[in-house]
C-alpha cells in the first residue's frame, strides 16, 4: 500500500539573485537617497515615481547591451496578451514619461528618481537581479550648460554623502569627439556600424583589458583568459593607431587637452562641434568653481551603452580598497551618464535632447562603509532600544506603562514580548537587539517604588577589556525611583 | 507597388492600472513614511526591506481574496523553469524571512517595512495595480501585549502624520470571540468551514451592505443591485440570531462590551479565551494611557482575511468627506490588521506566533489632502526654483556663477536651460515651475553690476487680487548690486 505523500513544504528561500536588506542597511541606504535627494532639489530637479511596471513596447531595446535586445527583463503577458515587464533602468521610464506627458511638464523637465531596477541576467557575486539607482535628469534641454550642471550637481552630491574632495573624480568626454576620430580613422557610414560598436565596448574595457587588449580588440580580435575568443573592429594599424591616440589624449590640463582633441579630429565637422563643447562645458564649470580638482576632461571615458549622442561623464572613487584576493586597487566608477537625444523620439517621431546620469546606489553604499572601515569609525548600527524586561508576568501592565513613559519622551523602547519566563534569555534579547539599557523591577523593587537600571553599552566594554579598572566610577547599575525613570534613562544615554 | 510599412511608433502610456507619481505627490508620501518609520523605530521596530519578488511557493495561498488561490499576483517563470512573482503584501514576504533567518533575528523580531505591492487584479476608479502598504509586525511574541502595542503604535502614527485625536478610532476584536460565538451558533468542527468563511466575510461587510444584507447572506444568500446572487451561509434564524447579537454587542465602556461578550460567547472555550484576551488588551492599554477616546473594543470588526486567529484591529477615520457624488460619508478604514500564527509555520512545521498591521499608504494620503482641504490650507506642492534668466546667450557663464553661488547658499536655484530666445517663455517656464523669484540681467544690467530680481509670488498676488493696492509698498522688482545677489534673494525668500 502507497503511504500517503505529506505535501513538501514551501522552501524559505529570497529568490536567486535577490536579496533582503535588513535593519541598518536599510537605514543606512535611506539616509544616502536623502542626502542625494535634498542635492538634486537643491537644482531645481523634481522627483518622480513611476511604476515599477512598463509594457515591454515602451521598455524597448535599450537594454545595456545591445547585443541582445529584449532579453534581459522580467517579462509576462497580460490578460490582453500585452506583454509587461519590469524596468531595467530608470532612464526608458522617463522617456516614457516625457512624451506621454509632454504637453503637462516643463520644458525643459528636471527630474529626479530612485528605486530598485531589475535585470534578468546571471546572477554572480556582487551581481544582483534587483538593484537600486537614483538618477537625475534634464529633458528638452539642448545647451550643454545642462550636461555641465549635472556634473557639477554629480560632484555635490559625493561631497555630500561622505566622499572626500580629492577621493573622486567627475570625467567629461563627448561621443561626438569620439565620432570625429572615427570618421578619420575611415569609420563613418551606416555600413560601419557594427565596427564603431565594436570600437566604443573596446574603449569602454580600457580599464579592464589595458591598452594591449584594447588594441587587439581594435585589430583581428582577443583571445581572454579562458581561451574565449572576441570578434575585434577589424582596424588595421593606421586606424587603430588614431583610435587609441583617441585613448591617451588626456593632457595635463583641460587646455592642453581640448587642443589635443582639437588635432585629433582634423576637418571632421562633428568632431570640432564635440571639441567645442566640451571647451563650453569646461568654462561653463570654471565660472562655478568646479575646477580640475572635481571634474575634468577625460577623452578615456566613452560609456558603453549605445544610445549617447553628445557629451558623456562618470564618476570614479580614486581612493584604493583591497579587492577580495587583498589586492589594492581603486574604487572605481560610482555614476555614469551622458546626453541621449533620441530616447523620446522613439514614442514621438520629434527628437527631444535630452542628459542624465545615474548612481549606483549599492557601489556607492559600499564605497562609504570602505571609507569608514579605514578611517576606523564604527559600522553603522540602528541605535538599540531600551529594553524593560518582564521579571512578574502579572504585571505586565506596569511595564508596559514604563514603556509608554518612555516612548512618549522619544526614547526608543520596548517590553521584553517573548517568553519571560528565564531572565537570562531577556539580557540575551536586550544584547542582540544592542540595546544601551535594560530596566528591570522584580516585586521588591516594585514594593519599595524603584527600578533597577542596568547599563548593557557599559557591561559590553567591561566584558571587551576584561577590567573593571577604568570603569571603577561608573556603576553597571543603578537603583532608582520609579518617578525618575525617563530622566535616569536619558541621563544614562547621554553619557 | 505596396508601400513599405513605417514600424509603428511605440505608445507613450502607462500600463493599464498603473500610475506615475510627480514632484509634490512623491515628496508628501516620502515625508508621511519618514514620520510613521519614526514613530515605529521609537516603538523598536526595525526596518526590513526584501525583494519585490518571490517565489511563487513562498508566497503561497494567502491572497486575501480565499476563493481566487494563485490568482491575483505578477507571476512568470524564470530560466530553471521556477515560478516567480510580485509580492502581492508585505506579510507573506515577511513570513518567508522569519522562517529563513530564524537562527540570526532577535526572537521577538519586530520589524516594520513599507513599499509597493503588486496585485494582478481588475483595476478600477481608484484602483491600481501597483501600490503602497506601510507594515509592522511582531513575530514571536505569544502574548496579546504585543497586539496592544500596535494598536497604541498606530494611533501614536495616525497622530503624527497629522490625524488629530478624535478623527479616528482604533477598534479591536478578538477572532476568537467570533469562533466562540460559531460555536454556540453550532458552527463549529471542520465540516463546517465554508459556512465560517461566508460569515466571516458576510460580517466584513456590515459597513457596505448594512445589518438586513448581512442577515441575508448569513441565510440563504444576497441579491445585489445588479441582479447577481451571492450564496449564504446557510444559518437558519437562531444560528443567524446569535451572529448577529454578535455584531451588536458594543456598549457603552469596554468593560460593559466584554460583559456582553461572555454572556454570548457561554461555555465555548475558545470564546472565554478571546474574551479573556480582550480585556488584558484594554488594561495593558489603559495602563499606556490609551483610553477609548482612542483605542476601543467593537465587536463588529472581524477583517476578511482567513489567516487571522486571535486579536484584529482596524483603523477608522471618523470625520466626514463628500463622495464622488457630493454626499457626506465618513472616510472609513485606512489601516488593519491582527493575529496570524499560521503563516511561518508553512515553512518550518512550528507554530510562530505573529502579529501586525498594514497602513494603506494611498488613503492615509488622501484623508491627509481632505482634511487639509477642509481646514482651508493650500495643497502640498514643492517649493519652486529661483530661475535664473538667460538674456544674453554668450553669457551663460555669468547666469551658472549666480546659480551656483544661490545653491551653496543652500537656495534652490536654476538657470533656464530652455531656448532663451523667447524672454516670455522664460518668465512662462519660472510660472509653471511655481518659482518665487526670476533673475534678470541683460547688458546694461551686466555693464552696472546689477540684477533685477523679480518678485514672481507678488506678481501672482498681484493677478489674482487686481488691485495693486495692497501691495504698493513692496516693489515687484527690484534692481540690486551682483555682489548682493544671495542676501537679496534670502530677503525676498522670507517675506
Redesign the interface.
Known amino acids: 500500500m502507497a503511504k500517503e505523500k505529506q505535501p513538501r513544504?514551501?522552501?524559505?528561500?529570497?529568490?536567486?539573485g535577490?536579496?533582503?536588506?535588513?535593519?541598518a542597511?536599510?537605514?543606512e541606504r535611506?539616509d544616502m537617497l536623502a542626502k542625494i535627494s535634498a542635492v538634486y532639489?537643491?537644482?531645481?530637479f523634481?522627483?518622480?515615481?513611476?511604476?515599477?511596471?512598463?509594457?515591454v513596447?515602451?521598455l524597448?531595446k535599450f537594454l545595456p547591451d545591445v547585443d541582445r535586445p529584449n532579453e534581459g527583463v522580467?517579462?509576462?503577458q497580460?490578460e490582453d496578451a500585452?506583454w509587461?515587464a519590469?524596468r531595467y533602468d530608470l532612464t526608458a521610464p522617463l522617456a516614457?514619461?516625457a512624451?506621454?506627458?509632454r504637453n503637462e511638464l516643463?520644458?525643459?523637465y528636471?527630474r529626479y528618481a530612485y528605486g530598485?531596477v531589475?535585470r534578468?541576467e546571471k546572477p554572480g557575486p556582487g551581481r544582483f537581479?534587483?538593484f537600486y539607482q537614483c538618477d537625475a535628469d534634464?529633458v528638452?534641454?539642448?545647451?550643454v550648460?545642462?550636461d555641465?550642471?549635472i556634473c557639477?550637481m554629480l560632484s555635490?552630491a559625493l561631497e555630500t554623502v561622505g566622499i572626500e574632495r580629492g577621493d573622486y573624480i567627475v570625467r567629461v568626454n563627448n561621443r561626438k569627439v569620439l565620432n570625429g576620430v572615427m570618421e578619420v580613422a575611415g569609420l563613418s557610414g551606416d555600413d560601419k556600424d557594427a565596427e564603431r560598436g565594436i570600437v566604443l565596448r573596446a574603449i569602454d574595457k580600457l580599464d579592464r583589458l589595458g591598452a594591449d587588449g584594447v588594441r587587439a580588440l581594435l585589430g583581428a580580435g582577443r583571445k581572454d583568459d579562458s581561451g574565449d575568443f572576441t570578434k575585434g573592429a577589424g582596424l588595421n594599424d593606421t586606424q587603430a593607431d588614431v583610435v587609441m591616440g583617441f585613448m591617451a589624449a588626456k593632457r595635463g590640463s583641460g587646455e592642453e587637452t581640448v587642443a589635443r582633441l582639437r588635432e585629433l579630429v582634423g576637418a571632421s565637422k562633428v568632431g570640432c562641434e564635440g571639441v567645442d563643447e566640451l571647451e563650453?562645458i569646461a568654462?561653463?564649470l570654471?565660472?562655478?568653481?568646479y575646477g580640475p580638482d572635481r571634474i575634468e576632461i577625460d577623452p578615456s571615458v566613452v560609456r558603453g551603452l549605445g544610445y549617447y549622442t553628445g557629451p558623456v561623464y562618470e564618476a570614479e572613487l580614486t581612493f584604493e580598497i583591497l579587492d577580495e584576493k587583498g589586492r589594492k586597487r581603486q574604487f572605481g566608477s560610482v555614476a555614469g551618464g551622458g546626453r541621449y537625444d533620441d530616447l523620446v523620439k522613439?514614442?514621438?517621431?520629434q527628437a527631444v535632447p535630452a542628459t542624465g546620469v545615474s548612481i549606483g546606489v549599492d557601489r556607492l553604499l559600499a564605497a562609504l562603509r570602505a571609507k569608514k572601515l579605514e578611517r576606523g569609525e564604527a559600522e553603522t548600527t540602528?541605535a538599540g532600544?531600551v529594553v524593560v524586561t518582564v521579571m512578574d508576568r502579572d504585571r505586565?501592565?506596569?511595564y508596559?506603562?514604563m514603556?509608554?513613559q518612555l516612548?512618549q519622551a522619544?526614547?526608543?523602547?520596548?517590553?521584553y514580548?517573548?517568553?519571560p519566563k528565564n531572565f537570562g534569555n531577556q539580557l540575551k534579547?536586550a544584547d542582540?537587539?544592542g540595546s544601551p539599557i535594560a530596566v528591570i523591577q522584580g516585586g521588591d523593587e516594585a514594593e519599595k517604588g524603584v527600578v533597577v537600571l542596568k547599563d548593557l553599552i557599559l557591561g559590553a566594554k567591561i566584558a571587551e577589556s576584561a577590567t573593571l579598572e577604568e570603569w571603577k566610577d561608573r556603576p553597571a547599575q543603578v537603583e532608582i525611583p520609579l518617578a525618575d525613570l525617563v530622566a535616569e534613562v536619558k541621563k544614562m544615554l547621554a553619557q
Not at 535577490?18 to 535593519?23: E, H, K, L, P, V
Not at 532639489?41 to 531645481?44: H, I, L, Q, V
Not at 523634481?46 to 509594457?55: K, Q
Not at 570654471?286 to 568653481?289: K, L, N, R
Open positions: 513544504k514551501p522552501r524559505a528561500e529570497t529568490p536567486k535577490f536579496r533582503d536588506y535588513f535593519g542597511d536599510v537605514i535611506r532639489e537643491r537644482y531645481g523634481d522627483p518622480l515615481e513611476t511604476s515599477a511596471v512598463e509594457t513596447e515602451a524597448g522580467f517579462g509576462w497580460d500585452d509587461l519590469l516614457r514619461v512624451a506621454q506627458f516643463p520644458t525643459p528636471r530598485p531589475w534578468n537581479r534587483q534634464t528638452g534641454a539642448p545647451s550648460a545642462a555641465a550642471e557639477a555635490d563650453t568654462a561653463l570654471d565660472a562655478q568653481g522613439r514614442f514621438t517621431g540602528s532600544p505586565m501592565a506596569d508596559m506603562a514603556v509608554g516612548r522619544g526614547i526608543r523602547a520596548e517590553m514580548l517573548g517568553n534579547y542582540k537587539r
